[in-house]
C-alpha cells in the first residue's frame, strides 16, 4: 500500500477541500506548533499612546468604477498623503489596513501632553489638506476621495512583525478607534471620551457630543466631534 504524501504547492492552489485531507491537516498542525510565535512577536511591553486612524469614505464604490492602475493610484496619493503628514507631526505609522491608515503619538516622545495636542493638529491639518490631496487626483484623471478621522488614548500592547520595520499596536484602544471611525461624519474627526477628557481644555478646539458607541458595556462610550475654533 502507498503511503500518501502531502505536496505543499498543490495543497496551497487546491480549493478548501484539499486542506481537510489528513495530509493538509497535518502539514498544517507541525507549522502551527513550530512557527506560531515567529510571525509577529509580543514583548510584553507596553505604551501610553493616542492612536488614530484616517479613513477614506465609501472607496470600494468609488474603484469599482476604475481600472487596477488606477484604483493603485487613487489608494496611493490617499495612504501616501495622509502617512507623510502624520510622520510630519512625529506619529509612529504603523500600518494601512484596506482604506485606512493606522497611526499613533506616544507619550514618551511627546512629553508634557504634546501627544493630545499632536494628534490633535494632525487630524485638523489632514482634513485641511483635502483639497491638495483632491487637486492630486484630479491631475491623476481620479474622483475625489473623502475621508474621516478618529482618535483616542490609551495604553497599547507592542508587538514587532517580521514584514513589519516599526512595532505594531494591539489592544482595545486601537479596536476602539476602529469602531468609532464610522461615527464621523466625511471630512470629519471624531475622537473617544479617554481622549477628549485629556484635551477638552486645550485652547482652539471645541467639541460636540455625539451619539455613543456600544461596547457591550451597560452604558454607550461617549465621542466627540473635533471643531477648530476661528
Partial sequence: MKTKTFNKKQHLAAPLQGWLEDSGY?????LLKSNINETISFNGKT????????????STKVTA???REDTCKYYGIFLNAMALIAREHGACVVKNVGDSLL???????NPNGRSFAKTLECGMIMLKCSKIVNERMHDAGLPSVSYR???????????????????DI??????????INRKADPNSMIIGNDLYQNVKNIQGYSFKQKSGVSLGFKFDYPVFALLKNK
Fill in 26 to 30: 497535518a502539514y498544517l498542525s507541525e
Fill in 170 to 179: 494591539f489592544g482595545p484602544t486601537v479596536n476602539i478607534c476602529s469602531k
Fill in 149 to 167: 478621522i478618529s482618535a483616542d488614548y490609551g495604553t497599547v500592547m507592542l508587538a514587532k512583525s517580521v514584514t513589519a520595520s516599526s512595532d
Fill in 103 to 109: 497611526y499613533y503619538f506616544c507619550d514618551e516622545k
Fill in 65 to 67: 468604477h476604475l481600472s
Fill in 47 to 58: 505604551k501610553n499612546c493616542c492612536v488614530a486612524m484616517v479613513d477614506a469614505v465609501g
